[in-house]
Structure formats: C-alpha cells, structure tokens
Nanobody, 119 residues
Framework: QVQLVESGGGLVQPGGSLRLSCAAS????????MGWYRQAPGKERELVAT???????NYADSVKGRFTISRDNAKNTVYLQMNSLKPEDTAAYYC?????????????WGKGTLVTVSS
C-alpha cells in the first residue's frame, strides 16, 4: 500500500518561512510528477507547484518568486520551501504524486499539513 505523509506545517508570522516535506512509501515502482496543492477555508483546492521526475517545475502565479519546489528521487520525497509568507497563504497543504506500483498507476494524495500565517 502506498502512502504520502506530509510534515513541516505550523504557525509562522508574515514574512517568515517554512519548509514542507512529503515522503512516499510502500510498493513504489516509479514516482512520476509530484506536487503541492492547498485549500483555504471555504475555498476550492488549488495548485501551488508541481515538479516532474526530471525536475521541471510549474508554479501558481500567486507563489512565483516566493516558493520553491524540489525533490529527492532517491528518498521518494518532495519539498516545498515557502519564503515571504503572507496571511493569504494560510491553508491546508496537500502532497500529490503520480505513482506507478507493480499493480497500477494513479494519483495519490497525502492527508495534508496545516500552514497558518498570522501575527
């Protein structure tokens, strides 16, 4: 069984930084694209950033220049470095990954980690 487990969320003041991590475990044959999404209270889930296995990245306009996505293929882990955080970045952040197992290939989601930006 495949699991994605996020960590690194918490409370931070505006202008501060946080680093999120998401580790994939289980019967993984191959990890393809990985990404971070977020959902603020009362809003729909939205894309934050994605990264291909080869390292190509894509960002939402709202986080460009402030957030950096990266991955360690040897550790099956994706990271999100968040700098210059704003109150509007407050949300639950979810990890997503396209995972190929010996049995199938599909998208998996983590359970989320909460980021609160407040003074």
């Amino acid at each position: 069984q495949v699991q994605l487990v996020e960590s690194g969320g918490g409370l931070v003041q505006p202008g501060g930084s946080l680093r999120l991590s998401c580790a994939a475990s289980g019967s993984i044959f191959r990890l393809n694209a990985m990404g971070w999404y977020r959902q603020a209270p009362g809003k729909e889930r939205e894309l934050v950033a994605t990264i291909t296995r080869g390292g190509s990245t894509n960002y939402a306009d709202s986080v460009k220049g402030r957030f950096t996505i990266s991955r360690d293929n040897a550790k099956n882990t994706v990271y999100l470095q968040m700098n210059s955080l704003k109150p509007e970045d407050t949300a639950a952040y979810y990890c997503n990954a396209e995972i190929i197992t010996p049995f199938d290939g599909k998208d998996y989601w983590g359970k989320g980690t909460l980021v609160t930006v407040s003074s």
